[in-house]
């Protein structure tokens, strides 16, 4: 049941507006870098998250012995391009659930023996691997090897992710990195982007044989938090304020959490990664418009400290987006370069680790933008609840629609009569278009949001399409108290059917008054 409102939401928002739901893939954190040969700087979209699921376990157990798969012969074609001084192999493994999965393992050309490994692991969205085949090149030439691998897509969606399935995938790379030649088993490593970065920790905190953590663009707040922040932050960026953004957007994220439909939303990553005891490398750039830059790292580092773990290093990239690229605007266009420096300090940080000279609380590089602070996302009460949504907008749609289906009907008959009041025909177009037009704009939103908000024109600093729902909106209302007074004097005279069908039409109205103080409508 719970799960229906979201759906309908969605149909009628598809319905409403097909043109713009066609043109616009799902929000997800953007994974990194595509593979070489690197594509011309391109636009990424927004975030994550309209993301939606299970609770991840934190608790630190041992998973399933992840079991390697025989390894293609050697020889095999890799599908990647792959640079002349590097060397490719292919290789299989098994996953949560025993999901076969497959990956390549990236080496320099002239790897030294008994040289540290590290899996990388990608953000939210379609994985394949040569979305990171950017950050694997240059970390193997730093000399590691690096393994990157095709990201599960059965049980994982829009809808439906587990980040505890997740981590066991990764321990399942973890597993096979440890075995392949010349890879020492003790120096393997984890490196998790953006949604990854809820998942490596999980993954180190349930296993000894991963040795150290990097994480990129990471998130210590949970997931559904961290998205509201997302949306708003890109309407505010596009000049946007008011109540599309402090109810609209705001209850909606909740409305589809409380529907089933966002996976893991109050995931909370600080018990995990209190639980973490190996050092861990910490990446920010400054022009993060995904996860809030500012308030992340703190809660890393305390919750770090609270485990007794102080081998960590948080470092901030100036000039660099989410995933640590360069940005020539501000965090809205991801080129193909790493950040300066990017790759060096991974290089020598693991280094260091592997030979036993972890770093001990390091915090440096200039302070991240952000421009406004998350807000708490809590579960929804029972009367702001899915199914009371949905009970609603059935309601409003029925007592609107009915209004001008009865008189077609007449009509058709030929007995059609005076309207009681013309302010019914107001209410039942007014809301009708209140209703359905404010879900398909906000799942608009939703689906364009973050760093890319395209709201349309804005007028004082609200969205013109957002001020025509709103006037229309108060047009209701007031009809609704013009239809009550007509319906009082009228109830004696009337038809009994007309009665009866400006009392549905009421009710409606009624309904649609708190209802749209609910979403922002009727607030400034």
């Given at each position: 049941m719970r799960r229906i409102l979201p759906a309908t939401a969605v149909a009628l928002c598809l319905l409403a507006a097909p043109a713009a739901a066609a043109a616009t893939p799902p929000p997800a954190v953007p994974s990194a870098a595509a593979a070489a040969p690197m594509p011309p700087p391109v636009v990424l979209s927004a975030s994550t998250?309209?993301?939606?699921?299970?609770?991840?376990?934190?608790?630190?157990?041992?998973?399933?012995?992840?079991?390697?798969?025989?390894?293609?012969?050697?020889?095999?074609?890799?599908?990647?391009?792959?640079?002349?001084?590097?060397?490719?192999?292919?290789?299989?493994?098994?996953?949560?659930?025993?999901?076969?999965?497959?990956?390549?393992?990236?080496?320099?050309?002239?790897?030294?023996?008994?040289?540290?490994?590290?899996?990388?692991?990608?953000?939210?969205?379609?994985?394949?691997?040569?979305?990171?085949?950017?950050?694997?090149?240059?970390?193997?030439?730093?000399?590691?090897?690096?393994?990157?691998?095709?990201?599960?897509?059965?049980?994982?969606?829009?809808?439906?992710?587990?980040?505890?399935?997740?981590?066991?995938?990764?321990?399942?790379a973890v597993a096979t990195l440890r075995s392949q030649p010349g890879v020492d088993p003790a120096k393997i490593g984890i490196w998790g982007l953006s949604e990854g970065g809820w998942v490596v920790p999980i993954a180190a905190a349930r296993s000894k044989d991963i040795g150290f953590v990097v994480v990129v663009g990471a998130n210590g707040l949970p997931p559904l938090r961290q998205q509201t922040w997302t949306v708003a932050a890109g309407l505010r960026k596009a000049g946007v304020s008011g109540s599309l953004i402090d109810r609209a957007e705001f209850n909606l994220y909740r409305a589809i959490s409380d529907g089933g439909m966002f996976p893991e939303p109050y995931y909370d990553p600080a018990p995990t990664l209190a639980a973490v005891r190996q050092p861990l490398l910490g990446i920010w750039g400054t022009h993060d418009l995904l996860t809030p830059p500012k308030e992340s790292p703190p809660i890393f580092a305390e919750a770090l400290e609270k485990g007794g773990n102080r081998h960590y290093t948080l470092r901030f990239f100036p000039g660099a987006d989410h995933a640590a690229h360069q940005t020539p605007d501000g965090g809205v266009t991801r080129l193909p370069e790493l950040a300066p420096g990017y790759a060096d300090l991974v290089g020598s940080w693991v280094a260091d680790v592997t030979a036993g000279r972890p770093p001990t609380a390091q915090i440096s590089g200039p302070t991240p933008v952000q421009a406004s602070p998350t807000v708490?996302?809590?579960?929804?009460?029972?009367?702001?609840?899915?199914?009371?949504?949905?009970?609603?907008?059935?309601?409003?749609?029925?007592?609107?629609?009915?209004?001008?289906?009865?008189?077609?009907?007449?009509?058709?008959?030929?007995?059609?009569?005076?309207?009681?009041?013309?302010?019914?025909?107001?209410?039942?177009?007014?809301?009708?278009?209140?209703?359905?037009?404010?879900?398909?704009?906000?799942?608009?939103?939703?689906?364009?949001?973050?760093?890319?908000?395209?709201?349309?024109?804005?007028?004082?600093?609200?969205?013109?399409?957002?001020l025509a729902l709103q006037a229309l909106a108060w047009a209701s209302a007031v009809a609704t108290v013009l239809i009550a007074l007509a319906w009082r004097r009228t109830r004696g005279s009337a038809p009994r059917g007309e009665r009866v069908r400006l009392g549905l039409l009421l009710a409606g109205g009624v309904v649609f008054i708190p209802w749209a103080l609910y979403w922002g409508l009727l607030l400034p």
């Open positions: 998250h309209l993301s939606v699921g299970l609770s991840a376990s934190t608790a630190v157990t041992s998973p399933p012995s992840p079991a390697v798969l025989s390894t293609p012969p050697a020889g095999t074609t890799s599908p990647l391009a792959v640079p002349s001084d590097l060397t490719a192999t292919e290789v299989s493994f098994r996953g949560s659930g025993g999901l076969a999965m497959h990956g390549t393992v990236l080496s320099p050309a002239a790897a030294k023996p008994a040289r540290p490994g590290m899996v990388l692991v990608h953000g939210a969205g379609e994985g394949p691997r040569t979305k990171l085949m950017g950050e694997a090149v240059e970390f193997a030439r730093r000399g590691l090897s690096v393994l990157i691998y095709d990201k599960r897509s059965e049980g994982y969606s829009l809808f439906r992710r587990s980040y505890s399935q997740l981590a066991d995938d990764a321990l399942g708490p996302v809590n579960p929804s009460a029972w009367w702001e609840s899915a199914p009371m949504q949905l009970a609603a907008l059935v309601l409003l749609v029925i007592a609107f629609a009915a209004y001008p289906v009865v008189a077609l009907v007449r009509r058709l008959r030929r007995r059609s009569a005076a309207p009681v009041t013309r302010a019914a025909w107001l209410l039942s177009a007014g809301g009708l278009t209140a209703v359905l037009g404010s879900f398909s704009y906000l799942f608009y939103l939703v689906m364009t949001g973050g760093k890319l908000a395209a709201p349309g024109p804005v007028v004082a600093e609200r969205p013109l399409i957002w």
